[in-house]
């Protein structure tokens, strides 16, 4: 049972991307051992979703066949990815803010061991020192607010185009949100690029507040 359960156990830190993970296995004693199997014991998960708590089956084939289900419960460490500092909320996370330590993730969920997964990303709320990062509550920084002044920046053929523009939606980098240019009025969606910089999306021209050429 117990080698099944690391098997398990082994599966499932390996797919959460778990860095050095340690188990403390225990085998729940049933009322009577398991009795003596003359033919072939095969041993099958039930539910192995919580280490906390994971059911195997043992069967046993042969003239006397028997099939028993055993509880195992598990305690599972590993070096993951806490706030070294405390880090407010939507603020870019940096290499400084960030430590790898070894902690009980047996209950924790989409824990992170990577920091180049984490860098530049930025918690929904705020960060105290020694929490855990996880996945989940980790979003690309908003860059541009609903209504900041932007930059419109568009590039073609050596020539840089830069416009002023109103943003009409917040966004991340790389989402599409839509700006207005302050000089025409005009609306059209732009990428977000930088904070309070965008480009125009779909190819969209803008009217020049100024230009370079960049050959």
């Given at each position: ?12 830190a ?5 860095v ?13 051992a398991l ?11 039930v ?19 028997w ?34 330590e ?28 020694g ?5 989940n509550a ?8 609903r ?10 053929g ?15 980098r ?14 059209i969606?732009a ?25």
């Amino acid at each position: 049972m117990e080698a099944a359960a690391r098997r398990s156990l082994d599966e499932q830190a390996a797919r959460a991307g778990l860095v050095e993970p340690a188990f403390e296995i225990t085998v729940v004693k049933t009322v009577a051992a398991l009795p003596a199997c003359a033919g072939t014991l095969a041993v099958d998960d039930v539910d192995v979703r919580s280490a906390s708590r994971m059911r195997f089956a043992a069967a046993c084939t042969g003239a006397q066949p028997w099939r028993q289900e055993v509880v195992v419960r598990a305690a599972v460490t590993a070096r993951v990815l806490v706030a070294a500092a405390d880090v407010p909320a939507n603020r870019p996370l940096r290499d400084e803010d960030m430590a790898l330590e070894r902690r009980d993730v047996t209950a924790a969920r989409d824990t992170l061991s990577d920091p180049q997964a984490a860098a530049g990303m930025a918690s929904r709320r705020a960060l105290r020192q020694g929490d855990l990062l996880h996945r989940n509550a980790l979003v690309a920084p908003t860059l541009v607010k609903r209504g900041d002044a932007v930059r419109i920046v568009a590039r073609e053929g050596g020539i840089e185009v830069t416009v002023s523009g109103e943003a009409l939606d917040a966004g991340a980098r790389d989402e599409t949100i839509r700006v207005r240019n302050t000089a025409t009025g005009t609306v059209i969606r732009a990428r977000v690029t930088a904070a309070g910089a965008v480009e125009p999306a779909d190819g969209v021209r803008a009217t020049s507040d100024h230009s370079r050429d960049r050959d």
